[in-house]
């Protein structure tokens, strides 16, 4: 997950006007149905056109249709995407790894632990990993033969994605480590390091050294200039992927209350929050939860800026051929945005009161990480170094 890392190193109004796609979808193929429209009022509250009302499911994707909580729920609505578009594709080795994601993040695979992470669990997991499969099927309907990603180079790439923070989880040999939320700067590499010990065990050895590299368009341990892939599609597939990375999180209906009370403690266990600085004493980068959302509306800004409209191209504008031209990801985005502003405005922070269930391996895994991330925070205050 690169917001994390990224952020370590780094009014209310109306519906926006609409933009029209770059492209246009190829003949025959369906759109997907029509999503409601949000009003905008920060509580989930949404209306369609003839004013009818439902709510945002916590758990449940930007168009309220699918709930990113289950697996099943999640590969069944990337069967509906990629059956029409690739309609020879074999779904047996994305079933085979839903159910060992499923296990392993349970904690029944052997050699690792199960998800104890309260911000990176399996919805954070799921949800980024259905959008990037729109985002795969929206890039496949807009292009010719000769441009289009193929169903082989879809697959590696949703699969890198299904396994994206594979890394946080802690192997039994980590016996040093007590939340996976400390190898926040290491993950995405230690999530290379899976797939390269998994795919060869379903059949997909060929395709170590594209996951391998493509996985860190979602992170910052490898520059961007190093990851080594030269296909302009493999290179699609990677903008893709860290797009969908960045999106599907920010769009979250819960993203400000995750932020607040559950990266932040993650920031902290992972050396984020209070980092060493050059001269060995302690910089104080977030101070609190409410502190990182005060910096959260320039992040967005800057990863929009320069990520997403950036260096990954603007690909989040692959969903608009799937929604008539709307993007719910992006208009997500802003009204979480625009609300925050409201908040930091009136400084009223009771109007965050959302909270959401976790789903990790654990029946409690936020007193856990409470407990853990007070003790940590101790130890720095304790200790001989000064705080910056």
């Known amino acids: 997950m690169c917001l994390a890392v990224y952020l370590a190193t780094a009014e209310r109004g109306h519906l926006k006007t609409v933009r029209c796609v770059a492209g246009t979808p190829l003949k025959g193929w369906p759109r997907l149905p029509r999503i409601e429209i949000d009003n905008g009022d920060g509580a989930g509250s ?17 168009t309220n249709t699918v709930q ?8 069944a609505a990337i069967k509906t995407l990629f059956q029409p578009t690739w309609p020879a594709f074999s779904f047996k080795p994305l079933e085979d790894a839903f159910a060992h994601f499923e296990r392993l993040f349970a904690g029944e695979v052997p050699g690792y632990m199960g998800v104890d992470t309260v911000y990176h669990d399996r919805q954070h997991t799921l949800d980024i990993t259905l959008a990037l499969a729109r985002l795969l099927v929206g890039y496949e309907r807009q292009h010719d033969e000769a441009s289009r990603l193929g169903s082989d180079r879809a697959l590696l790439g949703l699969l890198t994605g299904l396994f994206h923070d594979v890394g946080y989880l802690r192997r039994l040999d980590d016996r040093e480590i007590n939340n996976g939320a400390e190898f926040t700067r290491t993950h995405v590499s230690r999530g290379a390091r899976f797939l390269e010990e998994y795919l060869p065990v379903i059949g997909l050895a060929h395709a170590v050294p594209f996951t391998t590299q493509i996985i860190h368009f979602t992170g910052y341990e490898v520059p961007f200039a190093q990851i080594k892939v030269t296909d302009p599609r493999d290179i699609k597939v990677g903008h893709l992927l860290g797009t969908a990375d960045m999106i599907a999180q920010m769009a979250d209906r819960c993203y400000l209350e995750k932020c607040r009370d559950r990266l932040y403690a993650e920031f902290v266990l992972g050396g984020v929050a209070l980092p060493i600085a050059a001269n060995g004493g302690r910089q104080v980068k977030y101070a609190s939860g409410l502190d990182l959302l005060r910096q959260t509306p320039e992040f967005v800004a800057e990863v929009r800026a320069k990520r997403l409209d950036g260096e990954f191209h603007s690909a989040y504008r692959n969903l608009e051929v799937l929604y008539n031209g709307r993007n719910p990801y992006m208009e997500a985005i802003d009204r979480n945005v625009d609300y925050l502003r409201q908040i930091l405005r009136s400084e009223n922070w009771r109007l965050l009161r959302r909270n959401p269930p976790i789903f990790a391996a654990s029946a409690d895994p936020m007193s856990t990480m409470r407990g853990l991330m007070l003790g940590y925070i101790k130890r720095v205050w304790a200790s001989k170094h000064d705080i910056q």
């Open 46 to 62: 949404r209306a369609d056109n003839t004013g009818m009302r439902s709510v945002r499911r916590s758990d449940f994707d930007v």
């Open 68 to 75: 990113v909580s289950s697996p099943d729920a999640v590969l």
